[in-house]
């Protein structure tokens, strides 16, 4: 687990920290190849964004001189940005990978390009060998969490605006939107962005109606819609399913008679009215009527924060989720570490035993099955016995930080070197199929 | 054996009541998927036991209170997976999983099956009524259950409470149409049911008595349910309107299914 990080993000950093040390797609590969020919770094990877620089790398013994790395390459003094850097170990850089690649430390929690962003970075770094299996364990399993974090949490779910949560609330009121109509009433900015997501989300035609008429005509031009005259208002807002308004008339324009009457007309099919006009332009009371709903600016922007607030809480379900998958990576690691070599100890010492068995048989003479047995139950006992401790050790060993240190330590009393090569070579023979 | 068949059934349908007692709190993705599943195999022990009932006593006839319970559950049911295929919805299970749950318990905990003394039990003409009524029935407590949904949601839209409108009830015009769809397909139903009662009447006794208690109650119940759709279809009626329509006629149809107990020609003893 010698896995280190350092970075620089949107939170630790103003932009004119990290544009010194962002770096282009085009050459990320040559850095890439520079950060693992620095000494004590054995893979290696940079992400690099608008929002964050950061350097990855598996360690030959967990602390290597990664702000060097960053003096030399980028030509900067560390030491004027030490209040704008962090940097992770082991478990901690495990888990800042899953985050960021989970979208939890994103500016807009949940977001989906960062995913994107670190895949590439990725494939980059691995083109040019510079991810190899550790690394490449790392950020597959940060992908699979990714990917989890996703289905199982509510984080990366639509995103949080005024228009978005009027179309969400349009869709909870008439499922598709397909074929559904909208009047636009006053013809400001923000109506026409919801018009705009209405559209994205199939509405049908959109009406405008505005007291300067020319402005009714040009925006409706926008959405290859129809003008409905100021003076017809009342006449054809009930062949509207969803009425936006927005003028800047100091009463209200639509009250509770002319909802009912609308109603009427469309035979009780429900009617959303979405009054982002300050004064309102809908009477509260309009609400009250049967089947008609009404959402003013505070009730869309409480929606809107409502939804934050869920996102808050799907975030920390997220982090319980990556909490989990670094233990199980870390476990996971570990084990793989120390499993191979326990296999190879156990092989290289039988095959001891049997050459030995082989040898001394000759001396023996004819031997019954059962001093067969016997010879086979002895020699097996005295390498069990010898060897339990030792095993073990190497297990218990695996937990600790210098685990790799007890392994090498095995392998090099044992002359296991030959074997680990072997395993090494069909690892990577894995991965090459995998790809 | 068809009991026991018919007690898996429950056990499987049990899982649905907790579904739906959950789902008024909080909604579980995880638990309406088992809800699901379970409710399929429910279904599925429920159709054996009911083969079963109708092997042994070798007629197509459900001679017993027991048995004509479980087979409207089973309908129900029917229904309610019908509508889970067209909208992708379990929500109407929060209404339909318990009496489900309740008609299959009921069914399957009764003591001794109670016989039909009608001579008519015999005919094929009684299945059909059976058959067709029930499945007017179910068809109204599904759109009831629906008008019931509809009035939650309707409420939190109205009250604007953004946790509740996000949760993972269907749409209001999903919910609507489910209600008035399965309004439509039990009309023709229960028109039909009601026409092969008579003419199991006829046969049986010769005459139709107008003024026995089962047959004006389910002419009554009949009309209510004529004039709800119609109510329905002329006006638009949803909400909570369409609701007090949808309770009307089902607390017809309950008292027309009451009248088993006054009736002199359409009863059940034991």
Redesign the interface.
Known sequence: MNFQLIGVNHKTAPVEVRERLALPESRLPEACKKLIEHPGIEEGMILSTCNRVELLAKTKNGSADLRGFIRNYFQVDPADFDQHFYEYRSNDAVRHVFRVTSSLDSMVVGEPQILGQVKEAYALARAVGAVQSQLDSLLTRAFAVAKRVRSETAVGSSSVSIASVAV??A?????SLHGKHVLLVGAGKMSELAARHLLAHGAGTIFVSNRTYDRAVSLAAKFNGEVVPFDKLYDSSDRADIVITSTGAPHAIFRREHAERFLAR?????MFFIDIAVPRDVDADV?KV??V?V?DID?LQ??VA??VA?RKKEAERAEAIIASEVERFQSRLQSLDVVPTIVSLQDHLETIRQAEIDRVRGRLGTLDPEQELAIDALTKGIINKIMHTPITTLKVAARDPEATTVIDLVRRLFNLQDRKGQTKSTAAGDQGAKR | MSLLWLRVAVGCYAVGLIYALVALSRTSELLGRLALHAAYLGMVFQFVSLSEAVGASGQLTLASVHNSVSLLAFIIMAFFMLAYGIYKTTSPGIIVFPVVFLLTFIAATGQQPILFTSPGVRTSWLFVHIALIFTGYAALILSFGASLLYLVQERSLKMKKASEIFSRLPALETIDEIGYRSLLIGFPFMTLGLIAGIVVAETTYGRVNFLDPKVTLSVLMWAVYLIMLYTRWSSGWRGRRAAYLAAGTFAAAIVAWAANYFSSIHRFVS
Not at chain 1, 171 to 175: A, E, S, T, V, Y
Not at chain 1, 266 to 270: F, G, K, Q, Y
């Open positions: 969400e609330l869709k909870k009121i008439f499922g469309r035979r009780n099919r429900p609400n049967d089947g709903f959402y009730d409480q929606a409502a939804h869920d």
